[in-house]
């Protein structure tokens, strides 16, 4: 059996674990004073971790999370390693920023070419009105395509999609059709350069076009026919011999719970048509969220999910952890089961190699 490392971040910090089948052993605890945003590291080289701290900045570890050095200051978001050169590594910031470093993250430079946009469009790259000075719009996920190096999506959170066909010399906006745009995940379909999907706060989006236009597909969601409710995070394309969606979702976003206290009802759901039809496979886990899904490094069908009753974005208090859980599904996420409970709300994982 494998031994697997977990890193595991909430609202006060990260966890690194390491496991074989047994009880998990800790390895450390780091950023106590910090809400996690993002983790990514390098499947071929598993000693090397990046993780995104809000406010704080984007940091790497070199030695399989045991230490941690501040690569690249500011409010860093997100961190995507190139899946078709691994010394590439771009991460985004807030306010809007993108950057690139191609020595495995230790020099940066900013492809600002990404904030060359009209008035118009950059309008759109800010948080709601009651929100604004304790919040900036920021990029939540670099997309590198899998099968083109040069086609790169970027995802705002508060502001849209944005398109380069060219590494990231030139941009174009390609959001029409979504309503709301606070962005979250995005995949191609398998094998297409045209064909992707996206979740967002108020629902989950397909194109046939490259984004051109979007358009929405939710049939079977449990708040399909109330957008503001039809909340989508994190999601991931599985092999289940077809190419399999899930996705994690709840009723409305932590803005929509934190004004009407009303229940979060976090949902996974699976399509196998493509998105066009959805059904639930688990409901209402603990009455937790789940937060974020992640690959198991070596087998395509097992899934993790971090899942919790904390919250992110614009209420969260970093003074408390929640309450959460790992979950785990061999079934490319058709049954869950806890691996690791009594946790904190994990918002934002990744598991690799040991």
Not at 102 to 119: A, I, Q, V
Not at 171 to 177: E, K, L, P
Not at 243 to 260: A, H, K, N, Y
Request: net charge negative.
């Amino acid at each position: 059996m494998e031994k697997l490392r977990y890193f595991l971040g909430h609202n006060r910090g990260l966890e690194v674990l390491e496991a074989n089948g047994a009880s998990p052993r800790p390895v450390g605890t780091f950023f106590e004073s910090g809400t996690l945003e993002d983790l990514t590291g390098s499947r071929t080289k598993p000693e090397i971790v990046f993780a995104a701290v809000m406010h704080d900045g984007g940091y790497r570890s070199r030695d399989a999370g045991k230490t941690w050095a501040k690569v690249l200051d500011g409010d860093v978001r997100c961190f995507t390693i190139d899946p078709h050169d691994e010394r590439v590594v771009y991460a985004g910031s807030g306010p809007v920023r993108l950057f690139r470093s191609e020595d495995g993250g230790t020099s940066w430079e900013p492809l600002d070419g990404m904030l060359d946009f009209s008035p118009e469009v950059k309008k759109k790259w800010a948080v709601p009105p009651p929100y604004r000075g304790r919040e900036e719009a920021h990029v939540r996920q670099v997309f590198v395509h899998p099968d083109d190096s040069q086609l790169l999506f970027v995802l705002l959170e508060h502001g849209g999609v944005l398109l380069s066909s060219d590494g990231g010399k030139t941009w174009d906006d390609r959001s029409t059709g979504i309503d709301y745009v606070d962005m979250h995940k995005l995949e191609n379909y398998p094998g297409s350069k045209e064909r992707f999907y996206v979740s967002s706060a108020q629902g989950f989006y397909r194109t046939d076009d490259r984004g051109a236009h979007w358009y929405r597909t939710e049939k079977g969601m449990p708040y399909a026919d109330k957008p503001v409710w039809c909340y989508s995070h994190e999601w991931k394309f599985v092999n289940a011999g077809h190419p399999r969606m899930v996705v994690c979702g709840s009723r409305g976003s932590p803005g929509v719970w934190g004004f009407d206290h009303g229940d979060p009802d976090g949902h996974i759901l699976v399509s196998d048509d493509g998105g066009a039809n959805w059904r639930v496979v688990t409901h209402g886990l603990e009455k937790w969220v789940p937060w974020v899904l992640t690959s198991h490094p070596s087998d395509p069908k097992t899934l993790f999910c971090g899942m919790g009753n904390g919250e992110r974005g614009y209420f969260i208090d970093t003074s408390v952890r929640g309450d959460g859980a790992l979950y785990v599904s061999h079934d490319a996420g058709e049954s869950w089961n806890p691996l690791l409970p009594n946790m904190p709300a994990v918002q934002t994982a990744w598991i690799a190699i040991a």
